[in-house]
Structures are given as structure tokens and as C-alpha cells.
């Protein structure tokens, strides 16, 4: 039986999406995203913006049904918008890998609300790159947006990283 290719985008170093196979030849062999991260990150299209220390990224996503996850009835699972925060500030400050990610909830978020992910660079010490992030919803009665999560995170970027941006 022959099955479809499977593809995902994702953010390349140069602030550019690429699309790669997530099937086929070398499978088991690569560290390329699965169909599971496919559809945890369906819609996840970050716009990239300069900013003093880098760039700041902002995503805005309407959740599919699948990607409705609730702990409790009527609010997303905290869990996944972590990962959705993960992800954002990873994107952030791409090569790097998270040392430390810390989230405070301010209001639980309904399923249908579209969300709007938040990514910037606080400071850079090194190897060291210290995020903060935000998941921002409508606000009550739909004036303006307020933040729902709040994320400090430590992402350290490779020793390679930093040799060729000294």
C-alpha cells in the first residue's frame, strides 16, 4: 500500500519557511517533525520583525478541532499552549535549545478564541538568550487584547552558533 508524502513547514535560520518530507527513506534516522507535531502546529505561520536584539515573532492561529485540547470543559490544556509558547520563542532565537521556560496563566482560554502568540529577545549574554513571551486573546466585550499566558524564558544557543556570530 502506498502512502502520501507527509510535509511540514517550519522557521530556517534565515527567517524563512522550508518544507520537508516527514516520511519516506531515513525515517527513523532524522529528527524531522512528525505527523503528531504537524498537527499541533497546523496554521502556525510566525511573522518575524527586527528588533535590537535579534527579532520578535508574532503568530496568530485559529485552532483547528483537532487541536482543541481541554483538560477541564471550555479551556485549552495549559500544556499545549506551553508548547505553542515553546515553540514561538525557540523560533525566536533559532539555533537554540530551551534551558529553562517559565509560564504564568492569567485567564484560562477557550477552545474557539483565536490566539495570538508573542516572541522577543530581553537579553543576550553569551551563549544566553532570555525571552519573554505572550499569549494574547480579545479582551472582554472584544476591546483590545490582554495576555492570557506570560513566559520568561533561558534558550542557549550551540557553541558553533556563537563562534560564527562573534
Given at each position: 500500500?502506498?502512502?502520501?508524502?507527509?510535509?511540514?513547514?517550519?522557521?530556517?535560520?534565515?527567517?524563512?519557511?522550508?518544507?520537508?518530507?516527514?516520511?519516506?527513506?531515513?525515517?527513523?534516522?532524522?529528527?524531522r517533525p512528525g505527523p503528531l507535531l504537524q498537527c499541533?502546529?497546523?496554521?502556525?505561520?510566525?511573522?518575524i520583525r527586527p528588533h535590537r536584539l535579534g527579532r520578535?515573532?508574532?503568530?496568530?492561529?485559529?485552532?483547528?478541532?483537532?487541536?482543541?485540547?481541554?483538560?477541564?470543559?471550555?479551556?485549552?490544556?495549559?500544556g499545549y499552549l506551553t508548547f505553542l509558547l515553546d515553540?514561538?520563542?525557540?523560533?525566536?532565537?533559532?539555533?537554540?535549545?530551551?534551558?529553562?521556560?517559565?509560564?504564568?496563566?492569567?485567564?484560562?482560554?477557550?477552545?474557539?478564541?483565536?490566539?495570538?502568540?508573542?516572541?522577543?529577545?530581553?537579553?543576550?549574554?553569551?551563549?544566553?538568550?532570555?525571552?519573554?513571551?505572550?499569549?494574547?486573546?480579545?479582551?472582554?466585550?472584544?476591546?483590545?487584547?490582554?495576555?492570557?499566558?506570560?513566559?520568561?524564558?533561558?534558550?542557549?544557543?550551540?557553541?558553533?552558533?556563537?563562534?560564527?556570530?562573534?
Open positions: 500500500m502506498h502512502q502520501a508524502a507527509s510535509r511540514v513547514s517550519s522557521l530556517n535560520d534565515d527567517g524563512k519557511f522550508t518544507s520537508q518530507r516527514t516520511d519516506g527513506p531515513g525515517k527513523g534516522h532524522d529528527h499541533l502546529l497546523e496554521g502556525y505561520q510566525p511573522t520578535e515573532l508574532e503568530a496568530v492561529l485559529q485552532l483547528s478541532r483537532r487541536q482543541q485540547m481541554c483538560y477541564y470543559e471550555g479551556k485549552l490544556f495549559g515553540q514561538i520563542l525557540a523560533d525566536c532565537c533559532k539555533p537554540a535549545v530551551t534551558a529553562y521556560l517559565h509560564t504564568d496563566f492569567a485567564r484560562p482560554i477557550a477552545p474557539h478564541e483565536t490566539i495570538h502568540l508573542r516572541a522577543w529577545p530581553e537579553k543576550i549574554e553569551g551563549r544566553k538568550v532570555f525571552l519573554r513571551g505572550a499569549i494574547q486573546v480579545s479582551a472582554d466585550h472584544g476591546h483590545g487584547m490582554v495576555d492570557a499566558v506570560q513566559a520568561r524564558a533561558l534558550f542557549i544557543r550551540s557553541k558553533s552558533h556563537n563562534a560564527t556570530h562573534a
